[in-house]
C-alpha cells in the first residue's frame, strides 16, 4: 500500500480479507466502509451466529464449541441429525460438512478443527430448501435489495471450488420479498454496518427463510439468466 501510493484496498468473493482489508485501510488511513473491530466479528461465524440467534433472526439452531475440550464435553447436546459441521473462520465452504450420524461426526469435526484458525467450530441443525445470495447496500436509511440469485452446488466438490452457478431471476422469489428486507434491516442494525454492501446466504423453503451467514463485501457472482 506504501510503495504502491494506492487509494483504497477493496475486496471481493471472499469474506475473509475484510479484516485484512479495514486493518491496513486504518492502519495507512484509508478510507474504508467497516472498521477492523467490526470486520474481526463479521468474519467470525462464531460471533455472528450467536448474534443472529440473540437478535431473533432466522437461522438454524446452533451449538459451539471453542476448543476440542468443549467439544468432548458436550458433544451429546447436539440437535438431531443431520447435522452442519463447520469451522468458524474459513470460506468457499471450506471444512463444511453435512454428518447424519455420530459414526461421520467425529472425523468431520476434528477437520473442522484443524482447518480453523481460532479453534472453533459450530454444529448447526440442516436446514434443507433452496440457497440464495442477496446483494444489499446498507444506507443510513435503511437497505437496498440489489438482487438476489438462487446458488447451485457440485454434490461433490471436495477438490473443487463449491458454487458452479447462480441462476438469475429466481423462480418465485416474490413471496420471500418482505421477509427478505427484514432480515436485511435486522442484519444491518444488529451488526451496526451501514454505507456498506452487504452478501447474505440463506435459505427459502416454505415461505420461511433462515439465514446461513453474510458478509460486508461486494458480490463476485455471474449470472446466468433462467
Known sequence: ALSESVDIVTTACTDQASLTVSSVSERFELPTYISAETAMNVTN???MKKRLIEKNIPT???IFFDSEYSWKENKYKLPD?????????????KGVTVVNNYNELN????????LSR???????????????????????NGVEI???????????????FTIYKSVYPVADIERY???IISAANDISTAFGLSDCPILIQALIND??????????????TKYMMS
Open 45 to 47: 461465524k462464531m460471533y
Open 118 to 140: 481460532c479453534g472453533s467450530v459450530i454444529a448447526e441443525k440442516f436446514v434443507d430448501g433452496r440457497e440464495i445470495s442477496i446483494d444489499v447496500w446498507a444506507g443510513k
Open 60 to 62: 438454524a439452531q446452533s
Open 207 to 220: 415461505d420461511e427463510i433462515f439465514i446461513i451467514e453474510f458478509n460486508v463485501h461486494m458480490g463476485g
Open 81 to 93: 441429525f443431520p447435522l452442519v459441521i463447520k469451522p468458524c473462520d474459513c470460506n468457499s465452504s
Open 146 to 160: 440489489l438482487s438476489v440469485s438462487e446458488t447451485e452446488k457440485l454434490p461433490d466438490s471436495e477438490n473443487y
Open 177 to 179: 420479498n418482505d421477509k
Open 107 to 114: 472425523s468431520a469435526v476434528e477437520n473442522a478443527f484443524l
